[in-house]
DNA sequence: ACAAATAGAAAGTGACGCTATCGATAGTGT
DNA sequence: ACACTATCGATAGCGTCACTTTCTATTTGT
C-alpha cells in the first residue's frame, strides 16, 4: 500500500501523513526501492487513532506522541498506560498551575467521600482543585450537593469505562481501548452534558414565546 | 485603581491586562488624564473571569469575548445566554466536523430515551456524534449500556447545574454563573473522572506489587 | 527635577500544526 | 523509449494564536 492509498482512506493528506511519520506519531512502513515505502492495514489504523486523538480529543501532537508511545511499549502494565493517558489529556487542559492547597484539600475529601482510593500525584487532583479555585475567583463557591453530584456522576463514568474495558480479550486493544476512552470519554460527556442542559434549562426557565422577560410579564 | 494595581489583584501582566482591554474582553476604565485610566472592582473581577474562562475552561479570546458579549448585554435570555456558552466551548472541542449521519441518529435516539427535549442545533449532537465516529475509526464500537451510563450521568450533572443556578437572585449573576459553570464544569468532571477512574481501575485490575506482568506472574 | 509609571499603537515573538517546495528516483502508460 | 506522474526525505515556509516588546508622549510621585 503506498502514501496516497493511506491517505485516501483516512482522509488525511499525504504531506500530514509524511509528518505524522516523521514525529513519530506513526511507526515506519517498509522501504521497498528508494523512493517506495510499503505501508498497510496497521498505518490506516494508526492514523484513524492519532486523528481520534488530535481532532476529537484535542490533544496536542507531542502529547498524542507520548501516549502511542507507552501503547507501543507492550510491557507497560495497565495501570502505567492509564496514568500517561489521562496525564496527556491534563496538559492541554490545566496542569502547572499550582492551585490553593484548601482545594485541593476540599478534593480529598470529596474523593475519600466518594470511596474513592487513589494517589495525590493524580493529575484529576490538581485539575479539579484549579476549577475550584476558578470558581472562587468568579466569586461562586460550589456547594457540596453541587460537588456530590458531580462526584457520583465520575464514579458512573468511570464504572462504565472500565465495563468497557473487560469487551476487550487482547491486552494490547485494552491498552489502547483505556487511551481512546479516556481521551474520547471527556469529549462525549462534554457533548452529552449540553443536551441534558438545554433539557433541564427549558425545565427550570420555561420560556414559552421564546422572547425577552418583558415579554414573558404580559 | 490604576492598571498595576489590577495586575497585582489578579496576578495577571498589566501587559496583558491591556492586550484583553484592546481585545474589548474587559470594559474600558474611566479616562481622568491623557495618560491615567481609573479602573475598579469590576474590572478586577472581570480579569478574574476571563482568566478563568482561558485558563481552566480553554476558551479561546475569540470564543471568550463572544461569550462575555452576551453577558453584557442583559437583554439576552437565559436561553440565549446558555446558547452561546455551549456553542463557545465546543469550537475549541469539536464544531465543524460534519458526522457521520447515523451517529447523530444514534445521540438523538439515546437523547430520547433520557427523556431530554432539546433542538437539533444544540451542538452537543454534533460532538457526541463526533465521538462515536472516532470510537468508530479506531475500530470501538460503544454499546448501548455504555452510552447509556454517560447519559445518565449527564443527566446527574445538569441538574446540578440548574440548581446551582437557583442558589442566586441577581439576574446578571445568574447569567454568569451559567456561563461559567458551562465552562469550567466540563473540567469538573474530567478531573473527578481521573480520580474515579483510578480507583475503577485499580478494582478491575489489582497490581498489587505495583510492577509489571512478570513481577506478577511470580 | 527626575526616575518611574501610564497611555496607546504597532511591531515582534515563540509555539503549534501543518503545507509547500525541492531534487532525485522509480513505476506506469503509450 | 519516453513523457508523466508518484514517491522519497529533507528543509523551509505559512497562518493562527496569545501574548510581549518596543516605541513616544505624557504625568505622577518624591
Redesign the interface.
Known amino acids: 500500500m503506498k502514501i496516497s492509498e493511506v491517505s485516501r482512506l483516512t482522509g488525511v493528506p499525504p504531506t500530514t501523513v509524511k509528518y505524522y511519520l516523521r514525529e513519530g506519531l506513526v511507526h515506519a512502513g517498509e522501504r521497498v526501492e528508494r523512493n517506495q515505502t510499503a505501508y498497510d492495514d496497521t498505518h490506516v489504523?494508526r492514523v484513524?487513532?492519532v486523528?481520534?486523538l488530535i481532532?476529537?480529543?484535542?490533544l496536542s501532537i507531542a502529547a498524542a506522541k507520548e501516549v502511542l508511545a507507552t501503547l507501543d511499549a507492550d510491557?507497560?502494565?495497565?495501570?502505567d498506560t492509564?496514568d500517561v493517558a489521562?496525564r496527556a489529556?491534563?496538559v492541554?487542559?490545566?496542569a502547572a498551575?499550582a492551585s490553593d492547597a484548601g482545594a485541593r484539600e476540599r478534593?480529598a475529601t470529596?474523593?475519600a467521600a466518594?470511596?474513592?482510593?487513589?494517589?495525590p500525584e493524580?493529575?484529576?487532583?490538581?485539575?479539579?482543585?484549579?476549577?475550584l479555585?476558578?470558581?472562587a475567583?468568579?466569586?461562586?463557591e460550589?456547594?457540596r450537593?453541587?460537588l456530590d453530584?458531580?462526584?457520583?456522576?465520575?464514579?458512573?463514568?468511570?464504572?462504565?469505562?472500565?465495563?468497557?474495558?473487560?469487551?476487550r480479550t487482547r491486552p494490547d486493544l485494552v491498552a489502547?481501548?483505556m487511551v481512546?476512552?479516556?481521551v474520547?470519554?471527556?469529549?462525549?460527556?462534554?457533548?452529552?452534558?449540553?443536551?441534558?442542559?438545554?433539557?433541564?434549562?427549558?425545565?427550570?426557565?420555561p420560556?414559552p414565546t421564546?422572547?425577552?422577560?418583558q415579554e414573558e410579564a404580559k
Chains 1, 2 share one sequence.
Open positions: 489504523q484513524r487513532l486523528r481520534a481532532e476529537t480529543g484535542g510491557d507497560s502494565s495497565l495501570a492509564f489521562c489529556i491534563s492541554g487542559g490545566a498551575g478534593i470529596l474523593a466518594h470511596g474513592w482510593r487513589t494517589t493524580n493529575p484529576g487532583f490538581a485539575v479539579a482543585a484549579q476549577v479555585d476558578a470558581f475567583a468568579t466569586g461562586y460550589p456547594s450537593g453541587f453530584a458531580y462526584a457520583s456522576a465520575a464514579s458512573v463514568i468511570a464504572r462504565a469505562d472500565l465495563e468497557a474495558l473487560t469487551t489502547e481501548l481512546v476512552g479516556t474520547l470519554g471527556d469529549a462525549l460527556i462534554a457533548g452529552l452534558r449540553r443536551l441534558a442542559q438545554e433539557h433541564e434549562t427549558t425545565q427550570f426557565f420560556v421564546g422572547l425577552d422577560d
